[in-house]
């Protein structure tokens, strides 16, 4: 019964305040906006990332899985930050923008599946070593899951991010206009998982360029792209555990704990070219 309430968690349901400042300046020219917001949650879906629990397989017998890459549950859950918003029209030409935000997330005393095996002491194990399936129902009292009590973070991102994007376009000819666009993306420090020691990640800044020439009036447009022009290399998100993999042997199934773990990493350096037609109305 434990096991089969987490795969139908209740409604999500949330409460959020914001107060907030709009400023425009020099004419319009330049604007200032700052926001300020606090959010609750009750059942926020909190992903429990690389789950070991008990089930049976499709053979009827009983086995140790690994919910990959997590399974989520409804938590009690707190949000609270910061935005700021900054434009500038230097020239009728030249624009530029900013936006920089900070916002921190954390469960509150969330009853949580966690992998509490070795020790069982309460506390998620900072070692996943794959238990049996005798050891996972002697541990969970034949639920077959175990729970933690936490007030980790809620969110894996960055608490502090920013861009700054800047344009310059000007008419080449009465049907022709170009554009000189710039793109830059930063992500401060994340410490993720405190028990995976692979998964935080360190600040790190994309930048992206694009040029081109477009109709006055939107009708076209070719433009080219470079992304991830410095070619910035981050492993953003890896596996809490080592994965597993199924294999059979003369006494039949079996799931096996491997030596690798799951990474997610940023884009590559890119190069492109788009063309856009629009038809009919604009």
Known sequence: AALSALYFPADEKSKSFELGLKTDWLNR?????LTAYHQTFKNFAFSSRSLIFGGVNSGGGNEVFTAAPAIAVGVPAKVQGVELELAFQATPNWSMAA????SKSKLRNATVPCNDY????????SVSTLPTFAQVSAATGGDLVQFCNSNARAGSGSPFSATLQSEYNMPISNNIDGY????????GNSLNDPLNAFDDVKSYAVVNFFAGVRAPDGAWSVG???KNIFNSQRAVLTGTSALTTSYRTLVGAQNGQTSYRSVTYTDPREFGIT?????GSR
């Open 29 to 33: 020219r330049l604007r200032f906006n």
């Open 224 to 226: 080219l792209f470079a």
């Open 99 to 102: 936006i920089a935000s900070y």
């Open 275 to 279: 063309a856009k037609v629009a038809i």
């Open 118 to 125: 070795n020790p069982i002491d309460g506390q998620p194990d």
């Open 180 to 187: 000189l666009r710039g793109l830059l993306t930063y992500n």
